[in-house]
Structures are given as structure tokens and as C-alpha cells.
């Protein structure tokens, strides 16, 4: 990642790390010492940056540990070295906790096709979808309303992009016309292509218009927008399957499925993305909003309860906001005091 963009991403989290680093400055200048009164703040501070509990717990452990190994007293350096080396490995090692769902089962309204094996479609766990010939690779966006999906979409769309790749995005929320109008907006800012059908058209319909348009026009990537209303399980498998299906049929394999999670929500954020992941398959979490909240932590907290891999992250309005998320550079963005790093872009 280059100078510049870290340091917009240092810069979209400055409030969490204000909230843990900026306090712990204060508090302890510099210094830490081993007594019950220090450690019992850093866990609170940990706590309340919505790291969760078991991961707070297992750090201050880990600080404990390095305090007494150092004879007593830590630089705040040392402490802060403790914890990004424990949230890297703790994101970069996070496995699946959550009964991986298939499309197959997703939305088929008649129970008697259950475990009907005929119309399911091949997918090597392991295989990224990579970009064949003819065959647009799909993106699939899913969440509550709110969080973010439709400006992710832009996001998304700008970046790959300016990777070269000819993208196209589809109006699939269709449940309000502002949804609609939102992504053209966007679609024309960023100059990628928009296939829509205004509101209340059938979202597999726009979808299916979307891909057949993709492929007469040699677009490589097609990025789907989803209405984010939260029902019931089975309602929103319903919807969601149906254009997964459509998706299916088209390219021969499942979309590429994000699930967006808006970071201020916390523990309430994680709840539903619990929901959304035990009914869709989701592949992967886009977090967004790290930028106006002070409790980042909840990145950590998602990855340890749901173990799905956060794949971006968003950090402003723009569609320069967003960067790909990587365990180790999250982690120095987050915890590091930024003593000698400071803005030289
Ligand atoms: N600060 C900030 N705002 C964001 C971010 N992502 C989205 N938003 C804002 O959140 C609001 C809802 O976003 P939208 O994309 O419409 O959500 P959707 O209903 O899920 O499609 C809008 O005002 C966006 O500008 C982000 O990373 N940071
Ligand atoms: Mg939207």
C-alpha cells in the first residue's frame, strides 16, 4: 500500500485510535506500569472500542505477560506492538464459525426440492472466480439498509476501474426509487455503465437485463445492488436467491458475495450480519463507516465471532475511501502512535 493511501487510512481511524492510543498516552505518558489499576484500564479501554470481550481479556493477558518480561515497565510502544501483534493474527487467522449456506438452498420456495442435488451448480470451495472470456465476474452486495452498500457499489466500481476492468453496475434495490437513482448518479460520475429498471421492477429481472447487456458489450465485472430490508430469514432468502439463481444460470458459478456491515453499529452490526450469514452465503465483509466511529474494534470482534474474512474496508464518502483490508496494515493504522510517521505526502 502506498504512503498516501495508509495514511488516509490512519487518518479514516484516527477516532478509534484517539480513543485507545490517545488515552493510553494520557493516561500512562508513555510509560506502563504493572499494577491491577493500569491493566484493568487498558482492558476497559479494549472493551469499549468493541473489540469484544474475549479478545480484550486475551490482549491484556498478552500486555501483562510483555510488562513483567520487561521487568515491570513497558514503553506504551511495546504495549501497542502487544496488541496489533495479537489483532493481526487474530484477523488474518479467522476461520468460518458459521454453517456455510448454499444458494441451492437459498429461496426455493417449495421444501420438497430440498436436497435435490440436480440443479446444483459446481464450485471449487478454494477457486477466486477469475475472469473468463465472454463470462462477466459478479459481485454480489447484500446488507441492511444503511450500511452503506450502494456507496461501497461506487467505491467498488471506481477501483476496479482504475484496474483496468470494464465494470458495470445493477440497480437491484428496487424497492426505492432513490436506491435507483442513487447508483446512476454515482454510475455516471464515476463513468461505468448502469443497467436499471426504475422502482419496483423485479431485481432478477434487472439483473438478468444487467448480465445479457455485460455480455453483448464485453464487460468483465458487473456489480449488483440489493435491497437491504431485513425481514424475516426466509423472506430474504427468498429475494436474494431468486437473483443468485438468475446469477447462477448466466455464468455458470455463484456471485462473489459481500456482505456490508456498518462499523458504528456494533454489537447490534454484528447481530445482523449474523443473520445475513447464517441465511445467504456471503464469501466476504465489507466494514464501512470505520471512519466516523471510535470503535473500530468491532472489525476484530466480527472477524473472532463470525470468522468471515473482511475483505474492504470504508473510510469516507468518497469513492477514493475504501481500501483493500489487510490484517498487519490495520493494525499499525489502528494501534501505532504515529511518532515519526506523520503526514509526509
Ligand atoms: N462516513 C462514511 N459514510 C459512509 C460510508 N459508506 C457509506 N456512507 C454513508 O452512509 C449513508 C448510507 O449509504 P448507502 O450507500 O446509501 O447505504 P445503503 O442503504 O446500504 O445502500 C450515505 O449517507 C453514505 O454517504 C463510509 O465509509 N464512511
Ligand atoms: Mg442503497
Redesign the pocket.
Known amino acids: 500500500m502506498a504512503w498516501g493511501a495508509f495514511d488516509k487510512l490512519r487518518k479514516g481511524l484516527r477516532k478509534t485510535r484517539d480513543g485507545i492510543v490517545g488515552r493510553l498516552g494520557d493516561i500512562f505518558g508513555g510509560r506502563v506500569r504493572l499494577d491491577p489499576e493500569t491493566l484493568d484500564a487498558i482492558e476497559e479501554m479494549l472493551i469499549s472500542a468493541d473489540l469484544g470481550v474475549q479478545a480484550s481479556l486475551r490482549i491484556t493477558r498478552s500486555i501483562e505477560k510483555r510488562v513483567k518480561e520487561e521487568g515491570g515497565e513497558s514503553s506504551l510502544e511495546s504495549v501497542l506492538e502487544v496488541i496489533r501483534k495479537d489483532i493481526t493474527a487474530t484477523l488474518r487467522d479467522a476461520k468460518p464459525r458459521i454453517k456455510v449456506r448454499s444458494w441451492d438452498e437459498a429461496g426455493d420456495d417449495s421444501p420438497k426440492k430440498k436436497g435435490k442435488k440436480g440443479r446444483k451448480l459446481e464450485r471449487e470451495p478454494e477457486t477466486v472466480p477469475e475472469i473468463r472470456p465472454g463470462v462477466p465476474q459478479v459481485i454480489f452486495v447484500v446488507?441492511?439498509?444503511?450500511?452503506?452498500?450502494?456507496?461501497?457499489?461506487a467505491k467498488l466500481a471506481h477501483y476496479y476501474k482504475q484496474e483496468g476492468r470494464k465494470v458495470m453496475v445493477a440497480a437491484g434495490?428496487t424497492f426505492r426509487a432513490a436506491?435507483v437513482e442513487?447508483l446512476t448518479i454515482w454510475a455516471d460520475r464515476i463513468g461505468v455503465d448502469c443497467i436499471q429498471q426504475g422502482q419496483n421492477a423485479d431485481p432478477a429481472a434487472v439483473v438478468f437485463d444487467a448480465l445479457q447487456a455485460a455480455e453483448a458489450r464485453g464487460h468483465d465485472l458487473v456489480i449488483v445492488?440489493t435491497a437491504?430490508r431485513l425481514h424475516t430469514k426466509s423472506s430474504l432468502m427468498d429475494e436474494l436467491g431468486k437473483i443468485a439463481r438468475v446469477i447462477q444460470k448466466k455464468i455458470g458459478r455463484d456471485p462473489e458475495t459481500l456482505l456490508?456491515v456498518?462499523a458504528n453499529t456494533g454489537q447490534n452490526g454484528l447481530q445482523q450480519a449474523k443473520i445475513f450469514a447464517e441465511t445467504v452465503p456471503v464469501d466476504g465483509l465489507v466494514l464501512?463507516?470505520?471512519?466516523?466511529t471510535a470503535k473500530g474494534g468491532i472489525v476484530v470482534a466480527i472477524a473472532e465471532t463470525l470468522g468471515l474474512p473482511v475483505l474492504w474496508i470504508?473510510?469516507?464518502?468518497t469513492v477514493e475511501?475504501?481500501a483493500p483490508f489487510d490484517p498487519e496494515i490495520f493494525a499499525r493504522a489502528l494501534f501505532s502512535d504515529g511518532e515519526g510517521e506523520t503526514t509526509t505526502a
Do not use: R
Open positions: 446488507g441492511v439498509n444503511g450500511t452503506g452498500k450502494t456507496t461501497t457499489i434495490d436506491a442513487q445492488d437491504g456490508v456498518d464501512t463507516k470505520l471512519d466516523g470504508g473510510v469516507g464518502e475511501d475504501i
